[in-house]
């Protein structure tokens, strides 16, 4: 079965703190992604990464840096979390070559206070 | 910005109706996608439509794309409490490029089936 595992479900951060957030995929896929959801926004995506090292900006990437040292690994960095980072962050793959479905984890979510 | 605008927000049945969520979009697309969240949790992928497509089933779902009014719906025939999730929809406006799987979403419908 396809799996995508987030290492944290729940985390409670203070201001300031800098936040990993932990992404593995055992599928093989190239492409990853990190995305944020809130209440009345859907899901918007702050980066993705199409190989290993390589990293591509979303829609909202302030704030917010990504590393992918390793094809099955793919985190998101929260340099100094602040409280409007306050959301679930979810983290979803796919192969390169397919018609576009992802596969997403259970979601991350983060409270910074 | 967002992609897709989904209405309803919420809807609300009785088991055994039909639901019929709507999404519209503004950009032209390669393909549109839903997906259903149950509460807390990930996404889960329903179904896929591509743009040269114009209706798609699968078990109790019917989705239909209408290219020219940018716009699909998604169907959920026979509703049982089970259903009960959100439902989103998201677009691949990657044409003629490598997509990435890039997938701009909409900001979902809430249903709650009721027993």
């Known amino acids: 079965d396809v799996k995508v595992t987030q290492s944290s479900r729940y985390l409670v951060k203070r201001t300031g703190e800098k936040v990993f957030l932990e992404c593995v995929q055992d599928?093989?896929?190239?492409?990853m992604f990190w995305y944020r959801q809130d209440p009345g926004l859907g899901l918007r995506l702050i980066y993705f990464s199409y190989d290993v090292k390589m990293k591509e900006k979303g829609d909202i990437p302030e704030g917010y840096s990504v590393s992918r040292e390793k094809k099955e690994r793919f985190s998101l960095i929260l340099e100094s979390a602040s409280t409007n980072q306050t959301s679930m962050y979810l983290c979803?793959?796919?192969?390169?070559?397919?018609?576009?479905?992802?596969?997403f984890g259970e979601g991350s979510r983060l409270t910074v206070l | 910005s967002q992609q897709g605008e989904e209405d309803p927000q919420a809807l609300s049945i009785q088991e055994g109706e039909n639901a019929t969520m709507n999404c519209s979009y503004k950009?032209?697309?390669?393909?549109l996608q839903w997906y259903r969240q149950n509460s807390g949790r990930g996404l889960v992928h329903l179904i896929l439509?591509?743009?040269?497509?114009r209706e798609k089933h699968s078990g109790r779902l019917r989705v239909t794309l209408d290219t020219s009014k940018k716009s699909s719906s998604l169907l959920i025939t026979a509703s049982r409490a089970a259903d009960t999730a959100s439902y989103f929809c998201a677009t691949d406006r990657s044409i003629g490029g490598t997509s990435y799987g890039k997938l701009t979403f909409g900001q979902g419908t809430i249903l709650t089936v009721h027993p």
């Open positions: 950009t032209s697309i390669n393909n």
């Open positions: 599928m093989d896929h190239e492409n």
């Open positions: 439509i591509r743009s040269n497509e």
């Open positions: 979803a793959s796919r192969y390169r070559g397919s018609t576009g479905e992802l596969f």
